[in-house]
């Protein structure tokens, strides 16, 4: 009988379930509590201020230790300013807890996350502009002309500043040194045939040494993005209102990837593993692999033969490859006094022999030029060269792909590369669909 | 519970039932804390999302709160992306569940048997079960990988070339299925394990004296005997798959090209990756009732038909 009960019950759920809704008044939405929020912080003392600071961690090493240690300078030297750091998981992490505290109405302060979040950021209406509190700084338009422009590419929203680059990054190329001898090269392959040539005869699949492997798992829009560049063409424009995947640039730069698979066999079929590439590389299995300048710290400490960092090997239109990596961003909804805190946090952390040390600790590009004129950067530089090669590789970088709904974007065409890649789809049927879903996605935002 | 106890005293003092010194709201009191929780953990959730569904809300396109009808259904049922997922869940469902019963009875009927090794077996075949999913996703994730997982090693030693299990699209969902198999199997086992001590050892006895050999021991009696615990144990594992999600995200990430993206993972991707809140209130609205049919099902349906001895 009770089970009959259960029964009923279930049933009348279903029916609850089908039938609510359109009998109830809409409820409000949290974004309006912001405004109660704000209310409240004015009420705060000027003198002394707490702001939150969230941070993701996404690379190897004690990372929220040495966090911890500037923020606690930071306070050292801003007695007035308690800032709160909050270690939030990685980059998806950090985006969703900080969005999550804003329609609770508590806003962060200030957080890190992914540079390719801006229009995110800006959709939702979370983030400030900087202008103001650059233009309020002495020497504030020095500061911003001291960044590398492709790392402010991702920064700006046409002559908008909304995110200050931190933790950095570009794709770049690792090469086993020993491996390339073998195949008749000293120097790491200068453009796409020097690049198949080493490939072939490094390949020897009955040991299972390929010659190269680009991971397509994770961020395959990032990985194979400078093809497209290399080939004239960046996949997006700069109001993240358009994508060009269907480009002949774009087609042109894919086929050349499916090709290293299919047609060269000098990579496995398939997708390939992000988190397996620098294990592959490691263990000598591989001759060359695409990767994030940041995994330069754990290959260095792994990699027991001599190994070089090396630009993307050149396409028809020269070398390139897009920029990565995370970027301070201030909230939407808080008083001027934390703005401004906020703001002293961001420079703090930003200077240059700071930002150094923090690009050697962690393997991020440092984005300041000044940065690098620093003396404990000049002596890693003396020590291991290929600290150098992501800042030289700097000039020939582009923005990463970002527009307006990004994960929507990347999820649609990241799936159409994985078709290409595992064989099943053409390049031009693939990048043609990710195009139509795209644009399909993107028309709300067209001007 | 209460009120057996209650009644014999209540008779005694107050002869009336239902006055309002006896308290007709106790029962509901004791019961408070369950409901309250239940209400607020399970009912509520479910409704919000019921009447979400119903609405465009989506935070990556400035989109708060407007009325859509039942046009987030219509786009949810003609979008192919929710009929990858559909098929995939569906195939991963029937992917795993007869298998893990089939590999738990068959586990379970050897290590019933009495012989010196059977309770350390019975550890190590219900270990699967006690690690976390997480653990479990990792080592299966080093397994297949090429090269120099044990499964491709393994493989190579016959002369099989390197299969990328998980970058291929052929191969990604059984991979995921065989690494839940194992997982589930251990767990299902202690069912039939129990189901088993409890069968009479005088069918047994019967059917040897009848000289009935173990196959035909197996297909006229243990079989049908533990048909009650199978179909409980398929319920549960019919519910569990549909709930699949915490090995996608450290194997697959739903890839390669959707080949493993589940139901539950991709409600996750539209809620707070693309933070399309109304599509995803539809999709829970979907999950919900699915959920909620197996569950009507097993109350209804299933209990009856089985002949519990």
Wanted: proline share 5%; glycine share 8%; with cysteine.
């Amino acid at each position: 009988m009770a089970r009959r009960w259960l029964s009923a019950f279930l049933v009348v759920m279903l029916l609850a379930l089908a039938g609510c809704g359109s009998s109830k008044a809409p409820e409000t939405q949290g974004t309006d509590s912001t405004q109660g929020a704000a209310e409240n912080s004015k009420t705060e003392q000027p003198k002394d201020v707490e702001i939150s600071f969230y941070y993701p961690v996404a690379v190897g090493g004690p990372l929220t230790k040495i966090i911890d240690n500037m923020v606690a300078e930071f306070t050292k030297a801003n007695p007035h300013i308690k800032v709160k750091p909050v270690f939030s998981g990685n980059y998806a992490d950090t985006l969703t807890k900080v969005q999550t505290q804003i329609q609770g109405g508590s806003i962060p302060e200030v957080a890190v996350l992914l540079s390719t979040d801006i229009y995110t950021l800006v959709d939702q209406d979370a983030i400030i502009p900087l202008n103001d509190l650059i233009k309020a700084d002495k020497d504030g338009a020095e500061y911003l002309a001291d960044f590398y422009p492709a790392f402010m590419a991702n920064s700006q929203i046409g002559d908008t500043t909304y995110g200050i680059p931190f933790q950095r990054s570009m794709v770049v190329m690792y090469y086993n040194k020993d491996l390339l001898a073998k195949a008749g090269y000293t120097n790491p392959p200068k453009n796409w045939d020097e690049l198949v040539d080493a490939a072939k005869k490094i390949t020897d699949t009955a040991n299972g040494v390929w010659g190269i492997k680009i991971p397509s798992d994770g961020y395959p829009y990032w990985l194979t993005q400078g093809f497209a560049i290399q080939s004239g063409k960046n996949l997006m424009s700069s109001d993240g209102a358009e994508v060009y995947f269907n480009s002949q640039e774009n087609i042109k730069g894919l086929t050349f990837w499916k090709d290293l698979a299919y047609t060269h066999k000098v990579m496995p079929e398939g997708v390939i593993a992000w988190t397996a590439a620098p294990t592959d590389f490691i263990s000598g299995k591989v001759g060359m692999i695409y990767h994030s300048s940041g995994s330069l710290a754990n290959i260095t400490a792994n990699a027991k033969f001599p190994f070089g960092v090396a630009f993307l090997p050149a396409g028809e239109k020269g070398f390139g490859s897009p920029t990565g990596g995370g970027n301070f961003y201030v909230f939407k909804g808080i008083s001027k006094e934390k703005e401004q805190a906020a703001w002293q946090f961001i420079r703090f952390m930003t200077e240059p022999a700071r930002i150094a040390q923090w690009g050697l600790d962690t393997g991020y590009v440092a984005p300041r030029k000044a940065a690098w004129e620093t003396q404990v950067m000049k002596d890693a530089a003396a020590k291991d060269p290929n600290v150098l090669v992501a800042r030289d590789q700097l000039q020939y970088a582009a923005a990463e792909l970002s527009v307006h709904n990004n994960p929507q974007i990347y999820k649609v065409y990241g799936n159409q590369l994985q078709a290409i890649i595992t064989g099943q789809s053409d390049v031009k049927t693939a990048v043609d669909a990710a195009q139509k879903e795209a644009e399909a996605i993107l028309a709300p935002f067209k001007k | 519970m209460a009120e057996p106890v209650v009644q014999p005293k209540r008779k005694a003092t107050a002869p009336k039932r239902g006055t309002v010194s006896t308290g007709w709201w106790r029962p509901y009191l004791m019961l408070s804390p369950a409901i309250v929780l239940l209400l607020a953990f399970t009912i509520y959730p479910m409704l919000a999302a019921g009447y979400m569904s119903f609405f465009k809300i989506n935070l990556a396109t400035k989109q708060q709160m407007v009325f859509n009808g039942i046009a987030n259904y219509k786009d949810l049922l003609a979008s192919p992306a929710f009929h990858t997922v559909m098929k995939n869940t569906v195939l991963f469902a029937f992917g795993t569940v007869p298998f893990s019963l089939g590999l738990a009875m068959f586990l379970a009927i050897q290590l019933n048997k009495q012989f010196k090794l059977s309770g350390i077996f019975r550890t190590l075949f219900f270990y699967p079960t006690v690690i976390p999913m997480m653990s479990a996703a990792t080592i299966w994730l080093f397994m297949y990988t090429p090269q120099y997982g044990i499964i491709n090693r393994f493989l190579g030693f016959f002369g099989i070339p390197d299969i990328n299990f998980l970058g291929s699209s052929t191969w990604a969902l059984p991979a995921i299925m065989m690494m839940t198999v194992w997982k589930d199997a251990g767990y299902f086992m202690l069912f039939y394990l129990a189901g088993l001590q409890n069968l009479p050892t005088e069918l047994y006895e019967a059917a040897e004296l009848d000289g009935a050999n173990g196959w035909v021991q197996f297909r006229r009696l243990t079989f049908p005997l533990l048909m009650p615990t199978t179909l409980f144990v398929s319920t549960v594992s019919l519910i569990n798959s549909f709930k699949t999600v915490d090995q996608l995200f450290l194997m697959t990430g739903g890839g390669p090209n959707n080949a493993t993206n589940l139901l539950l993972f991709n409600l996750w991707e539209l809620a707070f990756s693309f933070h399309d809140k109304g599509m995803a209130a539809t999709l829970t609205v979907v999950l919900v009732v699915i959920l909620l049919i197996l569950a009507i099902i097993q109350n209804q349906w299933v209990d009856k038909k089985i002949h519990y001895n």
